[in-house]
């Protein structure tokens, strides 16, 4: 294999949405990117870590002590992947918020207020902590997506004031910090053209005299997987570099749900990697998010990050990536690809994730019964018959196990909703009668599921997280029996009706045009339910 084009080649796995890998899974990661060439890995931590003199600093989130740091440190050197610390310095961090200590110093939302000396002192104990962890003078301090910065508390304090002036007087604060324990700083690049312009990723014109004002440990990383042609990242790229030679973070999409997008990675991964070595991008990496509780394996991503390390080598043909996959790994790399199968982009490669959306849908409120359009209990069986034949797989079997017992969930819950809203409808006692059966069956199912889901969680994550799950797969288990017992009311005469079923379905984005059509939703609450949770 040739030479990596790249002089920093890495991948960051978030670890703060719920899911902290545990230590054995983090070595194991640690030696798939030994084995594809890549030389570090970011942990990406808002509270998930140990922090000297601060006790409530990610309480029951599944931190990592100081001690399981080191032993990752050591253990990264040793199979020559660097670990590099990846945290937040200014927002993405509402879980920190949840303890009264850390509320007091929000601006808003999750955003820490910038100029408090509280503040300051916070991140001084975690990059104290940091250095005394890591061996590494690289340290990611995020502060990205704040773009309610200067507007709550800091507001309320010093008035109206620019706030891109206010960020780079908080980024100058903390990169005074981190000189005094020899970090050379990375930052996500957005808020300085999210502050400049209309805040589009296209915008060109910087202040000349920002670029001098960016402290001279900190170097930008630009940050973007939304896009699958070439020129969108030229641009931006461009412009990052009128400040200075930037860093890039591609995405496997790993983060919408219980699959991974693998198919949409490859074209956005791709295009971006080209306009990064035509453009000198000399350091990459690829993010692996968690949003909204991650509930999707990161070992589900091997493909993706097999084929990004053969790209970066010089290497693009598809039956030689798949050839070296099957060597290297011991399974067909379409058989792996088969993770992503219940939920692979329509052919407008536009994302949608069902799989997440449909399995936590209400039966009988149904907010998203608008997306069904009867052809998807086929497909989530013929899906699962081929994800069976893996359940067997010696190392990623326990991951296959839970997908397969995803499609035999949805094989039977997805139009549930519908068909008892139909019968009811229309008056069709005996359809709903038969229906009950169903319902019986999509507990059985559900229960399969969950225990598979549990091993394959427990086999990867620290059991901190599970919790939120037990409330939404118990929810969800309660939901059915509820269901059921509202239609058994009904049928035996001790309700007149069910009022839930009373109302019509209606598109959730309002647009009756996109009835029977798949789309993307992240937020489980928005999803199970119109009312507050």
């Given amino acids: 294999m040739n030479a990596n084009f790249f002089d920093r080649f890495g991948v960051m796995i978030d670890q703060s949405r719920n899911a902290a890998m545990n230590v054995p899974s983090i070595k194991r990661?640690?030696?798939?990117?030994?084995?594809?060439?890549?030389?570090?890995?970011?942990?990406?931590?808002?509270?998930?870590?140990?922090?000297?003199?601060?006790?409530?600093?990610?309480?029951?989130?599944?931190?990592?002590?100081?001690?399981?740091l080191k032993e990752l440190v050591a253990y990264g050197n040793a199979h020559h992947v660097e670990l590099i610390p990846c945290i937040q310095t200014l927002a993405h961090l509402s879980?920190?918020?949840?303890?009264?200590?850390?509320?007091?110093?929000?601006?808003?939302?999750?955003?820490?207020?910038?100029?408090?000396?509280?503040?300051?002192?916070?991140?001084?104990?975690?990059?104290?902590?940091?250095?005394?962890?890591?061996?590494?003078?690289?340290?990611?301090?995020?502060?990205?997506?704040?773009?309610?910065?200067?507007?709550?508390?800091?507001?309320?304090?010093?008035?109206?004031?620019?706030?891109?002036d206010i960020l780079l007087k908080h980024l100058t604060r903390v990169a005074e910090i981190a000189a005094k324990y020899d970090f050379n700083l990375l930052m996500w690049g957005d808020m300085f053209y999210k502050l400049t312009g209309d805040g589009s990723t296209e915008v060109a014109d910087f202040d000349a005299t920002l670029k001098e004002k960016i402290p001279k440990n900190v170097t930008l990383v630009y940050w973007e997987y939304y896009y699958t042609e070439q020129s969108h990242y030229d641009e931006c790229i461009k412009n990052y570099q009128k400040l200075q030679p930037v860093w890039f973070a591609g995405g496997t999409w790993a983060w919408t749900g219980f699959v991974p997008h693998l198919s949409y990675s490859a074209a956005a991964s791709t295009a971006a990697m080209r306009s990064c070595m035509e453009n000198g991008v000399r350091n990459y990496f690829t993010t692996i998010w968690g949003d909204a509780g991650a509930e999707c394996s990161r070992f589900s991503t091997l493909p993706e990050l097999y084929r990004l390390s053969c790209f970066a080598h010089g290497v693009?043909?598809?039956?030689?990536?798949?050839?070296?996959?099957?060597?290297?790994?011991?399974?067909?790399?379409?058989?792996?690809?088969?993770?992503?199968?219940?939920?692979?982009?329509?052919?407008d490669g536009i994302l949608f994730n069902?799989?997440?959306?449909?399995?936590?849908?209400?039966?009988?409120?149904?907010?998203?019964?608008?997306?069904?359009?009867?052809?998807?209990?086929?497909r989530y069986a013929a899906c699962g018959e081929k994800l069976k034949k893996l359940c067997d797989n010696p190392e990623y079997g326990v991951m296959f196990e839970s997908l397969y017992r995803l499609c035999r969930l949805l094989e039977v819950k997805y139009d549930i909703g519908v068909k008892t809203r139909t019968a009811y409808q229309n008056g069709d006692r005996k359809a709903l009668s038969e229906l009950l059966g169903l319902y019986d069956e999509n507990i059985i199912r559900l229960q399969e599921f969950y225990d598979a889901f549990e091993k394959r969680w427990m086999w990867e994550n620290k059991p901190h997280g599970f919790d939120v799950m037990d409330i939404r797969l118990g929810g969800l288990r309660q939901r059915f029996i509820h269901a059921k017992q509202r239609i058994e009311r009904y049928l035996n005469g001790e309700i007149e009706k069910i009022e839930e079923l009373e109302e019509p379905i209606l598109d959730v984005s309002g647009d009756e045009a996109m009835l029977g059509k798949s789309r993307l939703y992240f937020s489980w609450a928005s999803i199970t339910s119109a009312n507050v949770i």
């Fill in 29 to 68: 990661m640690i030696d798939i990117l030994e084995k594809l060439d890549y030389n570090f890995l970011m942990l990406y931590t808002e509270d998930t870590y140990e922090v000297n003199n601060q006790p409530y600093f990610g309480r029951q989130r599944g931190r990592y002590s100081k001690e399981e």
């Fill in 95 to 164: 879980t920190l918020m949840h303890w009264p200590m850390y509320a007091k110093l929000r601006d808003c939302n999750d955003i820490l207020c910038a100029g408090e000396e509280e503040v300051y002192e916070l991140i001084e104990d975690m990059f104290a902590t940091l250095h005394e962890c890591f061996t590494t003078r690289t340290l990611h301090i995020g502060m990205d997506e704040a773009g309610s910065i200067g507007l709550g508390t800091y507001l309320q304090k010093h008035g109206v004031e620019n706030r891109m």
């Fill in 316 to 347: 693009e043909d598809a039956d030689e990536i798949k050839r070296g996959f099957q060597e290297m790994f011991g399974i067909e790399y379409d058989d792996f690809y088969l993770a992503e199968l219940p939920d692979t982009p329509n052919n």
């Fill in 354 to 378: 069902p799989d997440k959306y449909m399995f936590y849908n209400d039966c009988l409120t149904g907010l998203l019964d608008c997306t069904v359009n009867g052809t998807e209990a086929a």
